[in-house]
Structure formats: C-alpha cells, structure tokens
C-alpha cells in the first residue's frame, strides 16, 4: 500500500502561482513514478505532469508545459506541482497518484495504482 495527501490548493487570482505538494508513505520503495492529474467539474480526469523516480525525467501535458513545473524530494517521499500564470481555465480539483510498474500509457488513469484525496485549485479571472 501507498498512501498519498496532496496539499496547497486553494484561490489564486489569474497570473498567480500556487505549489501543491503531495507525501507519500507506505511502500514507497517500489516507486516508478509519480504523477499530476486534474479534474474539473463536469470533465474527465486528465494528465497534467509526471515524474520518474530513478532518475529525473518530466513529461508535461501541452496546456501547462511551460507554466508547471514538476520535481521531487526523495528524502522525503515528495512530489511537488510548481504552476505559474494561472488561469480561470486550470481550476480543477488536483490529485497525486502513484505508480509502482511503469508500464502503459502515462497520461491515462488506468496505469496509476494509488491516488490521493485531491486539492482544489480556484483561478478567479
């Protein structure tokens, strides 16, 4: 088992920043990635950032490339989601999920094994 808690959401004005943190315990060695998703209300859930653990390759979803940033702490089983330039268009509740194979699409839920509770991110315009 792994457990994940996302925190740092809240509202943010459009153009701000915000960086959610999530921590992770439990099996935690076992980590191939770890990963951003977004859900807004009425959409799908979708990829926003992941983050291998053995080394430091990022992958991005285009609509937030070069406003997010992903990183890690792996002294303290972390991962953190940096987003700069907000928009109203980012509100979303934000989850931290774990996978522990690495196989499979990255961007799709189905290959993530645990999530956290989620993080509600407001952009007002």
């Known amino acids: 088992q792994v457990h994940l808690v996302e925190s740092g959401g809240g509202l943010v004005q459009a153009g701000g920043s915000v960086r959610l943190s999530c921590a992770g315990s439990?099996?935690?060695?076992?980590?191939?990635?770890m990963a951003w998703f977004r859900q807004a209300p009425g959409k799908e859930r979708e990829f926003v950032a992941r983050?291998?653990?053995?080394?430091?390759?990022?992958f991005y979803a285009d609509s937030v490339k070069d406003r997010f940033a992903i990183s890690r702490d792996d002294a303290k089983i972390a991962v953190y989601l940096q987003m700069n330039d907000l928009k109203p268009e980012d509100t979303a509740v934000y989850y931290c999920?774990?996978?522990?194979?690495?196989?499979?699409?990255?961007?799709?839920?189905?290959?993530?094994?645990?999530w956290g509770q989620g993080t509600q991110v407001t952009v007002s315009s």
């Open positions: 999920a774990a996978d522990l194979v690495g196989r499979g699409n990255y961007y799709q839920t189905e290959m993530y094994d645990y």
């Open positions: 983050i291998l653990w053995s080394h430091s390759s990022k």
């Open positions: 439990g099996r935690t060695s076992t980590l191939y990635a």
